[in-house]
Structures are given as C-alpha cells and as structure tokens.
C-alpha cells in the first residue's frame, strides 16, 4: 500500500484544496491517470498518480485545504507497507504550464477523458454534468439555451454564447450572476483557546485559495508603492460608432468586439509614449532600480466566482487588432472556467480593470504587485455634453489611472490618461 501526499505543484505555494476526486476506493489507476482536481492559489490543477494499482482511501474530503506533504490518498500497488514517498519534482508541460508529473513523458492521462461523461436530461434539457456546472458559475439557466448538438444536447458553445451578456468583461450593462458569488461553508468553532463564533445569523468564510493569495498582494502592494490616482471624463461617441461598424465587419465576424478593445489598443499605444507607466521599481543587494519594460504584457483583471485574477496577454504590443480581440475573447473564457494557469499571470507589466461591467463610472485601483500603472475603465452612458457650444447627448466614460509615485512623476501620469482619452475621443489616432 502506498500513500501518496500532496506534492508541490511548483508554484511555490505552501496549501491547495481538494475540488474534487476522480476516482473512487476500489477504482483502478494507472501512473499519471488523474486523481483530483486541487484549487493552488492561482488556479486549478489536475493532480496526476504516481502509482499505478487500485484505489485505497480518500484520505481528503473535497472542498478541504491541506498543507503540502499531507496524505491525501492510499493506492494498492501489492507492495509491502513503505514509509509515505517524498513529492516527486514537477515537470513542464509544453504549454510552460508547471503540472505535476510522474513517468516517462511527463504525460498526464485525464480519466475524465477516457469514460465519457453520461448525458443528463431534466426538464426537457439535455446535457452533460460538465455543461450544467459550466451554466450554474455562469448563472446560466438551461431552460433558455438554444442547443446545438447532433442529438439535441446543449453544448459548451451554447452556454458560452447565451452568456455574453454576462461577461466579465462586458460594458454595456451589470452581469447577471449567480445566487453564490463565493463558496460559503459553515463552519464549527474550533477546539482552540479563543474559537470562532458562528450563531444562526452568521457564517464563517475561510479565507484561502484565490482570496488568500489576492488579499496578501493587495496589502504588500497598498503599503509598498505610493499610490497615486487621475481621471478624465471621456467622450466616447466615436469609439462606439468604430465598435458598430467592427462588429458589422466580416474581418471580425468570429470574434468579440466591444469597447475594452480599444481601450486596450489605447493603453499599449499610450504607454510607447509614457514608458514609465510600464516600468516596474525593482529592490536588490546593491539598492533599488527602475526597470523598463520595452514590451507590454497587458493584464486583464477579472472578477471570477472564484475570486480576482489578473492574466495577462504576452506581446500585446505586437497584435493586430483582431489579434487583440481573440486573446481577450479567450481570456474572457479561460478565466470564466476557472483554467487560468499561473504562466498566464505571470510578468504583467501593466493592468486594465473593466469597472464599467458593474455599473462604477470611476474608481482608484490597487496596483498589480510588480507594476507601476493600472488604469480603471468606467461605464459608458449618454450624458449631455457640450460640443462645438451646443449641449448633445453623448457616450461618455471616465477612464482612471493609479500609478506609483517612486516609479511615475505627475507629468507621466497625466500626459498618459490623457493619450488613453485622446484615442477613445477618436480612435483614427490608432492608425498613425
């Protein structure tokens, strides 16, 4: 019987919680078939076997968090009892993603794809256990989805279609979500000298995974860098007109066009201009320095159920625009199912938030740790505004920018905001 214990994924994280098990006592497993999925601070996991034989004892419940080099699982492999093996190294995917690896080929082999998961019909809705957890994160009920498939079913695709109007990233209007923004669990007070209080009208929330990880960086970054905001209202009447006309273009037939786009055009042709804003203050042995960035990693802050995520698009700076529209799409997607990795929120260099999606005209964002510059983007509304000395209903928006004051001076600061306005005013400015 071997014991298998709950390695380091090599993200250099100390905890994960168990999501959920992929196999059962008694259940057969061969090397790298996938045990768990196992939530680490950045993202979700799949935790592959290390030994091939038959399955023992969950050692876990799902939906506990456990330090690494615990026991998790026992595996039957017909040896005799050994002591509990050390965690074996991490191996690299070839994505650069950091799995956990065991076996010739660093290959990991889902069960999940090897028995097909059983199509589920309830109330004239057809689909797959996968596709009605996807709509309940997606607060999408089934009943109104149009399915596509060959049987009737409804398909990922359908899902991800019907619930556009709930992206993240969407800035037209408030997202619908679901009834549980959070995973809530009551929890029973600890045998502990000073135990917590949970009474009928209370619940304890345990902080971890996503949440932990954000709050510490928050902190770090609040009481480290000098924060420093501005803004500037913004009249955007052009940039809807260009996002009409786009998304009439056959050129972006097959992608998702919406106003976030330019603003993000805006920002990387904005920071060639302000380097600084993409730079980042840097403490070594000899002292601190100032590193400039001559690239943009272009980071996306993205309100998941889960909790915030910042990913971020690698080169932006060398994307076409329709380029840049489907790596936002696939942004979007990747981070609403909970399957963004940690190299892709690795070594940002300047981050956009998307306020606007609830409804806020302006805010002062918390730096991304390791960035000098965030800009807020506010909703986009008709507002009365003066133009050529009579007053028009517009589309207007405030766009915001906090930045660190070690790194940025307040000329930077404002000639950069002041760039981003400049191309939503009029985005022809983009084909200079």
């Known amino acids: 019987m071997q014991t298998f214990n709950l390695p380091d994924v090599g993200e250099g994280l100390t905890e994960a919680e168990i999501v959920q098990w ?10 790298n078939d996938v045990l768990c999925e196992i939530e680490t601070a950045k ?40 002591p509990a093996p050390a965690a074996a190294p991490p191996v690299e995917e070839p ?80 997202p619908e979500w679901s009834a549980v923004r959070e995973e809530t669990i009551p929890v029973t007070p600890p045998a502990s000298p000073d135990p917590i209080e949970v009474g009928d009208r209370e619940e304890a929330i345990p902080v971890r995974g996503v949440r932990k990880v954000t ?7 609040a009481y480290t860098a000098p924060h420093v905001t501005v803004w500037k209202d913004v009249d955007a009447t052009r940039t809807m007109e260009l996002v009409k006309r786009m998304k009439a273009s056959p050129d972006f037939a097959d992608v998702r066009v919406s106003p976030l786009l330019i603003v993000a055009r805006a920002v990387i042709w904005a920071a060639r201009r302000t380097p600084m804003v993409n730079a980042a203050w840097v403490e070594g042995p000899d002292g601190a320095s100032i590193v400039v960035r001559n690239y ?15 990913p971020n698009i690698k080169d932006a700076q060398d994307l076409s625009m ?57 909703t986009i509304s008709q507002r009365p505004w003066v133009v050529d000395g009579e007053v028009r209903p517009r589309y207007v928006t405030t766009v915001a920018g906090s930045f660190d004051h070690r790194v940025v001076d307040g000329d930077g600061m404002s000639r950069f905001i002041a760039d981003v306005a400049s191309i939503l005013e009029e985005p022809a400015l983009l084909l200079d």
């Open 95 to 174: 994505g650069g993603s950091v799995l956990v690896g065991y076996g010739t080929g660093g290959e990991v082999r889902s069960r999940r794809r090897k028995v097909a998961a059983p199509v589920v019909k309830a109330v004239g809705v057809v689909a797959k256990p996968p596709i009605r957890k996807l709509a309940r994160d997606l607060g999408v009920n089934l009943a109104d989805v149009n399915p596509s498939g060959e049987a009737g079913e409804v398909l990922r695709e359908d899902v991800i279609k019907h619930a556009e109007q709930a992206s993240v990233f969407r800035n037209i209007e408030t």
């Open 22 to 31: 992929r196999v059962a006592p008694g259940d057969t497993v061969a090397v």
């Open 215 to 221: 709050s510490a960086a928050m902190v770090q970054s």
């Open 43 to 82: 993202s979700l996991v799949e935790l592959p076997s290390p030994f091939a034989g038959t399955v023992g004892e969950l050692l876990v419940e799902e939906g506990r968090t456990v330090v690494v080099g615990a026991p998790i699982i026992t595996v039957d492999d017909g040896s005799v009892p050994a």
């Open 322 to 378: 329709r380029e840049l529209a489907r790596a936002l799409e696939n942004l979007t997607l990747t981070a609403r199912e909970g399957k963004t990795t940690p190299a892709d929120q690795q070594r940002g260099t300047i981050t956009i938030t998307n306020i606007g999606v609830f409804g806020m005209d302006a805010g002062t964002p918390i730096l991304n740790p390791g960035e000098a510059g965030i800009i807020a983007f506010g």
């Open 296 to 310: 943009v990693n272009l980071g996306i802050a993205a309100a998941t159920p889960r909790g915030l995520i910042v």
